[in-house]
T-cell receptor, first 118, second 111 residues
Framework: DTEVTQTPKHLVMGMTNKKSLKCEQH?????MYWYKQKAKKPPELMFV???????INESVPSRFSPECPNSSLLNLHLHALQPEDSALYLC?????????????????FGPGTRLTVL | DQQVKQNSPSLSVQEGRISILNCDYT??????FLWYKKYPAEGPTFLIS?????DKNEDGRFTVFLNKSAKHLSLHIVPSQPGDSAVYFC??????????FGKGTKLSVKP
């Protein structure tokens, strides 16, 4: 299984709603990532989890709250979002967070969740 | 300041010809480079990578060339096919483990 799955595929929410995005991988990867991608822009890193611990938070507003319940799952909890938060949210995983020798830190991406905030 | 630059936002190529996508970087500490292909509304798909200790890596129709002295890499697709039409992202990584992406180049392969 070389797949990263994300649910839901599409999400529409109001600014007062609370929702969660889910990501799952069964490749035994120990690093998982959240990216945000706006139209015609490259993915922007939001969070990195390594061995279920938050390693990087790229100054993301607190209305985005990541959670890694176990090594296969990564959630992104959303609360009080703004319309400008509408974007494609991508989850990715890699074998490890710190590359070893010649192992590339190849990241496998999920299909993304298309989020619209009204 | 952009650490990874793809200066061509778009490229149009005839089917069967060679597509050359370029990428420049500024940080000499990057250890590896990757190319991703992305279709609309989908996540990026890994294509090919190269370590900073190599200058060429080939996989089928895809070849990546790295020129460390010029801090430049390129992706060659030969022969180009209409199904190759997508946005191609160059990405670079180092010991920190995260990736820095370029802005992408939209490739259109015309039949």
């Amino acid at each position: 299984d070389t797949e990263v799955t994300q649910t839901p595929k599409h999400l529409v929410m109001g600014m007062t709603n609370k929702k969660s995005l889910k990501c799952e991988q069964h490749m035994g990867h120990r690093a998982m990532y959240w990216y945000k991608q706006k139209a015609k822009k490259p993915p922007e890193l939001m969070f990195v989890y390594s061995y279920e611990k938050l390693s990087i938070n790229e100054s993301v507003p607190s209305r985005f709250s990541p959670e890694c319940p176990n090594s296969s799952l990564l959630n992104l909890h959303l609360h009080a979002l703004q319309p400008e938060d509408s974007a494609l949210y991508l989850c990715a995983s890699s074998q490890d967070y710190f590359p070893l020798a010649d192992l590339y830190n190849e990241q496998f991406f999920g299909p993304g969740t298309r989020l619209t905030v009204l | 300041d952009q650490q990874v630059k793809q200066n061509s936002p778009s490229l149009s190529v005839q089917e069967g010809r060679i597509s050359i996508l370029n990428c420049d970087y500024t940080n000499s500490m990057f250890d590896y480079f990757l190319w991703y292909k992305k279709y609309p509304a989908e996540g990026p798909t890994f294509l090919i990578s190269i370590s900073s200790i190599k200058d060429k890596n080939e996989d089928g129709r895809f070849t990546v060339f790295l020129n460390k002295s010029a801090k430049h890499l390129s992706l060659h697709i030969v022969p180009s096919q209409p199904g190759d039409s997508a946005v191609y992202f160059c990405a670079a990584g180092g010991s920190q483990g995260n990736l820095i992406f370029g802005k992408g180049t939209k490739l259109s392969v015309k039949p």
